[in-house]
C-alpha cells in the first residue's frame, strides 16, 4: 500500500514550452502534496506545498508563476513547468502525505531536460 | 527556517570498511529520518527515529538520535558495493514538511 507514481518518469522539451508533471497517490487519498527539485549531486529542495481544493503555498524562492501547481483531488497533484528554459533541467519530486499512519510518501521522480 | 547539517559531504571507502554520516541540528527535533538514493533513483525511506537515545538496526545499518535529539548518525558496517548511494537525513519542519539534509554520498572500492 501507499504507492505515489509519477508521470511521466522523464521527459524532453524544448526551450519556451510548457511541460506537464502528475503526481498520484494510488491506493489512499492525499490531502497534502509537496514537490521537490534536486539538481544533479545535490539535495531535495521543497519547492511548494498542495492542499486539495486549495491554493498551493509555494517556498521562497520559486516562482508561482512559472511553477503552477493544482490539486484538484484527493489522489492527484500536477506541475506545470512553463516556459522551461535549459536552467529549469531538474529530477521533481513528488510527495504525498495521507494513508492509515498519515506518513508521507515518496515518488519516483520525473526527470526533466529542456533543450 | 529549521535545518540539518550533514557531514560528511562524499565518502569513499573500501569495500568491507565501515561508514558513517552525522547530522547535526541546532534546534531539537521532535523526529530525524533517513532516506537513500541510489544513482539515478529517488529517495527511499530507511527508517524515523523519535525517541531521545535512540538505536535502531536494519541488518548492517545502525541508526542513532542524540540524546538531545539534536543529532543523529547512521553507520553501515562491512559496507558492500550494493551500499553505494547518497544518504540523506530529513526532519518534520514546525510546518509539518520533510527537509532534507545535504546528504553524503557513498563510494566504495571493489
Known amino acids: 500500500g501507499a504507492v505515489v507514481s509519477q508521470h511521466p518518469s522523464w521527459v524532453i522539451c524544448k526551450s519556451g514550452t510548457s511541460v506537464k508533471i502528475e503526481c498520484r497517490s494510488l491506493?489512499?487519498?492525499?490531502?497534502?502534496m509537496f514537490w521537490y527539485r534536486q539538481f544533479p549531486k545535490q539535495s531535495l529542495m521543497l519547492m511548494a506545498t498542495?492542499?486539495?481544493?486549495?491554493?498551493?503555498?509555494?517556498e521562497q524562492g520559486v516562482e508561482k508563476d512559472k511553477f503552477l501547481i493544482n490539486h484538484a483531488s484527493l489522489t492527484l497533484s500536477t506541475l506545470t513547468v512553463t516556459s522551461a528554459h535549459p536552467e529549469d533541467s531538474s529530477f521533481y519530486i513528488c510527495s504525498a502525505r495521507g494513508g492509515p499512519d498519515y506518513e508521507q510518501y515518496f515518488g519516483p521522480g520525473t526527470r526533466l531536460t529542456v533543450t | 527556517g529549521q535545518q540539518v547539517m550533514q557531514i560528511p559531504q562524499y565518502q569513499h571507502v573500501q569495500e568491507g570498511e565501515d561508514f558513517t554520516t552525522y547530522c547535526n541540528s541546532s534546534t531539537t527535533l521532535s523526529n530525524i529520518q533517513w532516506y537513500k538514493q541510489r544513482p539515478g533513483g529517488h529517495p527511499v525511506f530507511l527508517i524515523q527515529l523519535v525517541k531521545s537515545g535512540e538505536v535502531k538496526k536494519q541488518k548492517r545499518l545502525t541508526f542513532q538520535f542524540g540524546e538531545a535529539k539534536k543529532n543523529s548518525s547512521l553507520h553501515i558496517t562491512a559496507t558492500q558495493t550494493t551500499d553505494v548511494g547518497t544518504y540523506f537525513c530529513a526532519l518534520y519542519s514546525s510546518a509539518s514538511k520533510i527537509i532534507f539534509g545535504s546528504g553524503t554520498r557513498l563510494s566504495i572500492r571493489p
Open positions: 498542495s492542499n486539495e481544493g486549495s491554493k498551493a503555498t509555494y
Open positions: 491506493d489512499f487519498q492525499a490531502t497534502t
